[in-house]
């Protein structure tokens, strides 16, 4: 039987905006496609996603790296828009996998370990302190200013920045203000100067 044919099998589910479909660290029983809508993945806090690590987009399926190797979630998925899914059930799901040819048996648990590896290492910088994260991601993206200085030339808005370390704008904003105000760095708008690299990194890696 073809995948195809087991989605067809599989019962449409609606879900709503804010909804978790899966928790990270829970063991699988089911795998989630996606049919319509979209999921956003990260760590939720409470009730909220508090880190974003980024957003799946129908059609898809939801975390099929940790059934492959048959593991935990890696993170928490949570509905972005009104979304329907289908589950698959992972027993029959590694049923199917179990007698596909061998070589394609390969390609998907060596592609599935590379995007399990990554989705940890994302996790695990998630687990840092908010604010080593940003003195992290300055210091990563410093180039060389005024009179041996270093500078960090914005090319992407803050939103865009605030996603990538998994945090909201308005933190941090506050974060940047934050720094400013202790003289760790200097400047407005779309450059800012690192006044003190060495406590900077003594930031990131506390």
Not at 8 to 34: K, M
């Amino acid at each position: 039987m073809s995948l195809v044919e087991l989605l067809h099998q599989a019962e449409l589910q609606s879900c709503g905006v804010g909804q978790r479909l899966l928790t990270r660290g829970q063991p699988l029983t089911d795998i989630t496609y996606l049919v319509n809508g979209s999921v956003a993945l990260g760590m939720v806090q409470g009730a909220h996603l508090v880190h974003r690590l980024g957003r799946v987009s129908s059609p898809a399926w939801v975390e099929l790296a940790s059934a492959v190797l048959n593991l935990p979630v890696t993170c928490d998925a949570v509905a972005e828009t009104p979304v329907d899914i289908k589950r698959v059930k992972l027993s029959v799901f590694r049923q199917w996998l179990e007698v596909q040819p061998l070589a394609v048996q390969e390609v998907m648990r060596d592609l599935a370990r590379s995007q399990h590896q990554l989705a940890e290492l994302s996790v695990s910088r998630l687990a840092m302190d908010a604010q080593a994260r940003c003195a992290d991601w300055l210091l990563h993206h410093a180039q060389s200013g005024d009179r041996e200085s270093l500078a960090v030339q914005f090319t992407q808005r803050k939103r865009q920045i605030a996603e990538q370390l998994g945090i909201a704008p308005e933190t941090l904003s506050r974060i940047l203000r934050d720094l400013r105000e202790r003289g760790l760095i200097k400047g407005r708008g779309r450059v800012l100067s690192l006044v003190d690299p060495g406590a900077l990194r003594m930031l990131a890696g506390a």
